[in-house]
């Protein structure tokens, strides 16, 4: 996609909107961006706008509001990550095994978004939302086994959504908008130069563009089908790599790209008070290959780091029930395959994960609604298993994650 350059780091007040621990979807992407979608577990999500929020996942789900809407939403993430090596080596070959574990690699961590639409006429909705789609912090002790491979890695992003979309007639409508997103990465793990070793860094920025569409259709009365799009993005980041403790940094340049994203939902009404809720989503994660390290000096020759990611699928059920004109109460489950299973990821290991929602919304008052939600993540344990000039690490990463979620909306 088009690369607009970036001439300095995003203010740090704009990325703390963006930074969640470790990523809760597959690779680093991040899918816990509304509160009302994850009291579902996410199913239904691209079908129906019942907040601004729902923009997110299917631009076209706007349509649906009227006049002016404002959803400012936040989510506090409590994870509990670490790894733990069987087998370690440095790139000499010691035995680096008496080190231990990583400790714990994420700390606990609120992640904001909010969004606004506003209905120009009776066919024509326009929308923005600011929230951070990509991200994974996590951070090892200073000093463990597999420090050869892994200390630091934040890959966070940013992204301000401009959206326009479009009501047909009663059945279908349709959105288009564009991705305005920054990156910043962060890279740290231990190097060897010479007769020092320390802990080196790759260091990057940028902000591109993408874009995304999506349409809503109610087929038959009480059903309603959402499909959206969102394009993958080309990072062309641009920074600094070196080791810290030696008197010199390289100016480097390297990509990343994200995946793209298609999601279909389906929202179906059973009675008058119940709605059944699904969702299947596809992430193009073969799309990030690792990294092309080019020394701005022409010292050094080209560096590689390769990942080997397979794209990936979401599933997720879910009903919502209204217990009252002014309240309703959600649940779902949704399961997602991890991105690698037992190769090379030393930058973001990543295990098959099963997700549990429970929400509830009530109007408060006249055009205003509070939505809470609780998710609890299961992952399956994610294997590494690396042998590089880096050294070799066999280890398991162990993680879970609690995620509780407010919203306030405003309806004028």
Known sequence: MRKIRAVALVPCAVLALAQVPAAKAGGFYVREHSTAAMGSAFAGAAAHGHDASYMFYNPAAIADLTGTVVTADGRAFFPNVSIHATEATSPSGMNLLPLGGSGGMADDAVGPAIYATHQVDAQTTLGI??????????????????????????????????????RVNDRFAFAFGLNIQGMDVDLQRRESFLFFSGPGFLRGNDISVGWSAGFTWDPLPGTR???????????????????????????????LSTPTVISAGIEQSITERLTLLGEVDWNDWSAFDGFRIKFDSGLFPTVVRPQVWKDTWFFSVGGRYQLSDRTTVSAGLGYEQAVSVGGNNTINPDGDRTILGLGFTHECWRGITLAASYAHIWFADGEIGVDNLQGGLKATMKNDLDIVGVSLTGRW
């Open 225 to 255: 089908i959402g499909l959206s799009y969102r394009s993958q993005i080309t990072h062309h980041l641009t920074g600094t790599a070196g080791i810290k403790g030696l008197p010199f940094t390289q100016n480097v340049s390297f990509n």
């Open 129 to 166: 939302g600011f929230s951070g789609p990509f991200a994974v912090i996590i951070q090892s002790r200073p000093h463990w086994a597999g420090e050869y491979q892994l200390l630091k890695t934040s890959m966070v992003s940013w992204n301000l959504t401009p959206t326009v979309a479009r």
